[in-house]
């Protein structure tokens, strides 16, 4: 059973995570032979100020 982590910063839409889970479980399917129902995908909405790149903070 295939788990995607996906993290990013805040401010997607239902729709955009949806049509990006589909097209990740797609491609699961596709390179990994796994079935679409065995295949999770979490999304983890970050405030950007909680992200940091190299040594500083991004928000």
Do not use: S, Y
């Amino acid at each position: 059973m295939p788990m995607i982590r996906v993290e990013l910063h805040k401010g997607r839409t239902t729709e955009q995570k949806t049509a990006c889970a589909k097209d990740i479980v797609r491609a699961v399917q596709q390179h990994l032979n796994a079935p679409p129902e065995a295949t999770q995908v979490v999304f983890v909405d970050v405030d950007p100020a909680d992200w940091m790149l190299g040594q500083k903070l991004k928000g």
